[in-house]
């Protein structure tokens, strides 16, 4: 499944939203309802970390303006208002199958 | 707290071999699937392999498919990864993560110079 991520790259003043677009080549949605869409971001000098999983539950201790929607095909990251901390490169991957596939990264600069 | 460490990354030969393990804690090791997944510099994120929880079900990308062996320890709480027959293109930060990747290791750095 190929995992495509729009755009590559970002510049978002503080305080403003953001919205990352992530298109997979097949649909994601199971027949129990669930989406395999996950999102990560890895902040510079740090390990990526789980923001969102099954397309739109934040994970652990997520900050609630990263909030995540879509199902099948077209999924969308959206960060209600960005703050300095959220600098990073922000992945979608799928889970439905295997081989679990990256989308290319888009890189947030505030 | 979930803490994952990996480690034995380094330099290496093409051709030749690499033993990675990781270290985890803070959750039962054995209830879970577990996998790596490595990042070549600058660039993004490639899952390498996957094993149950039982280490029964075992799955490898392509690239690596027939040189990296993936194994656990439940009983050490250990995860391996087996690198044989390196490439160039197998330089990359190397990953452990459980389940949906929902907690990831530091890293460990493997080089492969011709």
């Known amino acids: 499944i190929v995992m495509t991520q729009t755009p590559l790259s970002l510049s978002v003043a503080p305080g403003q939203p953001a919205s990352i677009s992530c298109r997979s080549s097949q649909s994601l949605l199971q027949s129990n309802g669930k989406n395999y869409l996950y999102w990560f971001v890895q902040k510079p000098g740090q390990s990526p970390q789980l923001l969102i999983y099954e397309a739109s539950s934040r994970f652990s201790g997520v900050p609630d303006r990263f909030n995540g929607s879509g199902s099948g095909t077209e999924f969308t990251l959206t960060v209600g208002r960005v703050e300095a901390e959220d600098v990073g490169v922000y992945y979608c991957?799928?889970?439905?199958?295997?081989?679990?596939?990256f989308g290319h990264g888009t890189k947030v600069e505030i | 707290e979930v803490h994952l460490v990996e480690s034995g990354g380094g330099l290496a030969q093409a051709g030749g071999s690499l033993r990675l393990s990781c270290g985890v804690s803070g959750f039962t090791f054995s209830d879970y699937a577990m996998n790596w997944v490595r990042q070549t510099p600058g660039k993004g994120l490639e899952w390498v392999s996957y094993i149950s929880a039982s280490g029964e079900t075992i799955y490898y990308a392509d690239s690596v498919k027939g040189r990296f062996t993936i194994s656990r320890d439940n009983a050490r709480s250990a995860l391996f990864l087996q690198m044989d027959i390196l490439r160039v293109e197998d330089t990359a930060v190397y990953y452990c993560a459980p389940g949906i990747l929902d907690y990831w290791g530091q890293g460990t750095l493997v080089t492969v110079t011709s």
């Open positions: 991957m799928q889970g439905l199958q295997i081989p679990r596939t």
